[in-house]
């Protein structure tokens, strides 16, 4: 319920920051008005891109996954899934009927089909921006003149920055569909606790006591889907604006950070002490979300002050 809205912000900022101003500086020679013609342009050209993503969303991970986790199991009373907020009529039918159940489930998986499409559609923006700004001259071919390639250079960082922001907070939405649904395969009393018990399991030597149930996961396969298109918008920016020595340093550390916090997501429920790993790889995730560039702009500005003094 947190992650998703500051997503959606980081890529509304970062829409409005190409739009707005780093896009016209680029395009210096033309005029405002045939700058945003060519953007809108691009921004067509994924069209079919858009449509497959909401076909994807709405039929296999909305209705599909709906059917097969919810509605079959509340029809027939049974099911090999662990039994959670969706499936909880057919052991306590005092609580909630199958009926209000039914729809209850509808609503919530559309409302997950359609924050994955948005997602995925904000994924496709950073994408055509990434694109873009390439084509403007952003990647390793910009030009010599200092003052440009230093502009572009700023550019290229601010944007491969809120690219990492978005790529974070994806994993980490990965992360958290990841720990329930394995959560609820296990014999945990609370999510908390088991994850204390795992770390406890890895630093003293002794058995956690949450063994898997054995129940199906389908929750795994669309957090996957999550991870791995946040992970590769970053890759392909990495690529192509890799612009200077600055921006390739810096580039560095967002990549051992992403590669970190995806391991840990690939691992969870992989091993006794897999927390202790998730806990590491978030604590740096979180950090990087409010300074990306992990202090090498404090040490520029640092040393330019002392340059100047």
């Known amino acids: 319920m947190v992650l998703f809205p500051l997503f959606f912000a980081v890529v509304i900022e970062m829409l409005a920051f190409w739009k707005q101003n780093a896009r016209l500086r680029l395009v210096a ?12 342009s691009n921004v067509r050209a994924y069209s079919y891109s858009y449509w497959a993503v909401f076909l994807v969303c709405v039929l296999v991970a909305g209705l599909l996954q709906w059917m097969g986790v919810c509605l079959v199991p509340l029809l027939e009373g049974n099911g090999d899934y662990a039994i959670s907020w969706g499936t909880i009529a057919i ?7 199958v009926s209000a159940e039914i ?43 200092v003052e440009h390639r230093r502009e572009t250079g700023e550019i290229c960082l601010r ?19 990841k720990l329930q649904s394995a959560y609820l395969s296990s014999n945990g009393q609370d999510v908390v606790t088991w994850i204390i018990h795992d770390m ?26 999550v991870a791995i298109s946040a992970c590769v918008v970053f890759v392909y920016g990495s690529f192509r604006l890799a612009n200077g020595k600055q921006v390739r340093e810096t580039l560095w550390k967002m990549s051992a950070v992403v590669g970190l916090l995806f391991a840990s997501y690939v ?29 090498q702009r404090r040490e520029i500005e640092v040393e330019s002050k002392q340059s100047v003094s």
């Open 29 to 40: 020679q033309a005029d405002s008005s045939k700058s945003t013609n060519d953007w809108t």
């Open 200 to 225: 406890f399991s890895a630093i003293y030597g002794l058995p956690d006591g949450s063994n898997s149930l054995g129940y199906r996961m389908p929750t795994h396969y669309s957090s996957l889907l």
């Open 159 to 177: 944007v491969m920055r809120g690219i990492f922001r978005c790529t974070v907070l994806g994993v980490l939405v990965a992360v958290c569909m």
């Open 103 to 145: 729809v209850f489930t509808a609503l919530a998986y559309l409302y997950m089909s359609v924050c994955f499409y948005l997602f995925l559609a904000g994924l496709i923006l950073l994408h055509t921006i990434v694109h873009d700004l390439w084509r403007l001259g952003g990647g390793p071919r910009t030009p010599p003149e």
């Open 91 to 97: 052991v306590q039918p005092h609580l909630i009927s």
């Open 267 to 295: 691992l969870i429920d992989a091993f006794d002490g897999f927390s202790i790993l998730l806990g590491a790889g978030v604590l740096l995730a979180v950090y990087g979300l409010f300074d990306p560039e992990f202090g």
